[in-house]
């Protein structure tokens, strides 16, 4: 079965072509590598021995996207193109609209045309926004604090009226809550371009030498330590959910949602130790004010992923951090070519 994979050079999506293609799954990546290096593409088809087809196309140009419809057989779409940084969305809010939500409407455009109705869609944890009802269920009222979590909310209801339309979609809504780690070759992993906005990319590259301390958002948290609380699932965990998902969308229609989380929360602090363990390495930290928009806890009920799609996350955050570390020391630059220090002077 050939599946279309938007964002499959990114850090989830990389992941989650590994699991297709061991699983026997025909893969077409479809990325502009805005946010991601074709190198990883490289390295999935080094860890599996197998090939995929690469489209560098930007989902935007819907002419460009027609042929790759044209010339594969699709049966289904996993959807992970996306831009995701929360603080950008905040700085240039019209990138963000225009570059998740038109995208995915040309996306469905081209998908009815050709009559492919299989869909699952990386939405985010991100939708709930503040909420203090933990665990968070997917039927819980959904009131995203910021721009990019606003793309996913409006897109979750495009696709929910797109199902009301034509009964013979089937759509899957994804709901991530923090994924980390990488997978446990070391060869792919996530390589945010810049100084990483996430804890556990920024925890990896102080343990790794690249940053010197990490910044704390705040220890007066009404949690067991004051720091805050998240629930960390590992990238394999997640990129598993979507077989699963897909298995459920090609044998029955309808929109579901689904929560993919562990069900356990933990703090910063809990995290750095893990991470320390994990390393050998001591993570120099600074307490700093609390980060604008942050909640104090936020962690998945998962159940109705367990009872639906058969699926729970298996790997807990000692492994989480050991893969994470694995992946920051065999590539300490990410994707980027590494660079022989005698010929640059730097690094
Ligand atoms: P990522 O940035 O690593 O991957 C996204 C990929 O999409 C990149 O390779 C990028 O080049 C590509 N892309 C972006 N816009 C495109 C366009 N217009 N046309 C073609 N390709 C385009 O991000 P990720 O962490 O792998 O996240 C994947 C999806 O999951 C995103 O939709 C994201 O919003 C969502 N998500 C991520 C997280 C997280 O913490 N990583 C949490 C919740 C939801
Ligand atoms: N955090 C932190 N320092 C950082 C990055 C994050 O203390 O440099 C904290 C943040 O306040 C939150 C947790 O770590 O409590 C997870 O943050 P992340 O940005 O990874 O995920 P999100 O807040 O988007 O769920």
Same mark, same amino acid.
């Given at each position: 079965m050939a599946i279309l994979v938007t964002g499959g050079a990114g850090y989830i999506g990389s992941h989650t072509c590994v699991e297709l293609l061991n699983d026997g799954y025909q893969v077409i990546v479809v990325d502009d590598f805005s946010n991601s290096n074709p190198e990883s593409?490289?390295?999935v088809e080094q860890?599996? $021995?197998?090939?995929?087809?690469?489209? @560098?196309?930007? =989902? %935007?140009?819907? *002419?460009?996207?027609?042929? !790759?419809? +044209?010339?594969?057989?699709?049966?289904?779409?996993?959807?992970?193109?996306?831009l995701k940084s929360v603080g950008e969305s905040v700085a240039v809010p019209l990138k963000y609209y225009r570059n998740n939500v038109i995208s995915t409407l040309i996306l469905c455009e081209v998908m009815r045309k050709h009559r492919v109705k299989?869909?699952?869609?990386?939405s985010s944890a991100t939708v709930y926004g503040a909420t203090d009802k933990m665990p968070v269920s997917e039927d819980a009222f959904l009131k995203p604090v910021n721009p990019y979590g606003r793309t996913k909310h409006l897109i979750e209801e495009l696709l929910r009226d797109l199902y009301q339309s034509d009964k013979e979609w089937s759509i899957t809504l994804l709901r991530y809550?923090?994924?980390?780690?990488?997978?446990?070759?070391?060869?792919? $992993?996530?390589?945010?371009?810049?100084? @990483?906005?996430? =804890? %556990?990319?920024? *925890?990896?590259?102080?343990? !790794?030498? +690249?940053?010197?301390?990490?910044?704390?958002?705040?220890?007066?948290?009404?949690?067991?330590?004051?720091?805050?609380?998240?629930?960390?699932?590992?990238v394999v965990?997640?990129?598993?959910?979507?077989?699963?998902?897909?298995?459920?969308?090609?044998?029955?229609?309808?929109?579901?949602?689904?929560?993919?989380?562990?069900?356990?929360?933990?703090?910063?602090?809990?995290?750095?130790?893990?991470?320390?363990?994990a390393s050998g390495k001591k993570i120099p930290y600074t307490v700093v004010d609390r980060r604008e928009g942050d909640s104090a806890i936020c962690y998945a009920n998962p159940n109705k992923a367990?009872?639906?799609?058969?699926?729970?996350?298996?790997?807990?955050?000692?492994?989480?951090?050991?893969?994470?570390?694995?992946?920051q020391q065999k590539n300490p630059k990410g994707y980027q070519e590494i660079v022989d220090p005698r010929q640059t002077g730097v690094y």
């Open positions: 593409l490289k390295r860890i599996t $021995g197998k090939q995929l087809k690469t489209y @560098p196309i930007d =989902l %935007l140009n819907q *002419i460009d996207l027609e042929k !790759v419809f +044209k010339e594969n057989k699709i049966e289904a779409v996993i959807h992970f193109a996306g299989n869909l699952v869609f990386s809550f923090n994924p980390i780690g990488a997978h446990e070759s070391g060869n792919i $992993g996530e390589d945010p371009n810049g100084i @990483p906005n996430n =804890l %556990l990319p920024y *925890i990896s590259q102080v343990a !790794v030498g +690249k940053l010197q301390r990490l910044n704390i958002f705040g220890d007066d948290y009404p949690t067991k330590d004051g720091t805050g609380i998240r629930d960390y699932i590992h965990d997640l990129a598993k959910g979507h077989l699963k998902a897909l298995e459920k969308i090609t044998s029955i229609t309808g929109v579901e949602t689904y929560n993919l989380g562990t069900g356990r929360g933990y703090s910063v602090l809990e995290m750095i130790d893990a991470f320390e363990n367990r009872e639906h799609l058969k699926w729970q996350a298996s790997r807990d955050i000692h492994l989480m951090s050991k893969d994470a570390w694995r992946w």
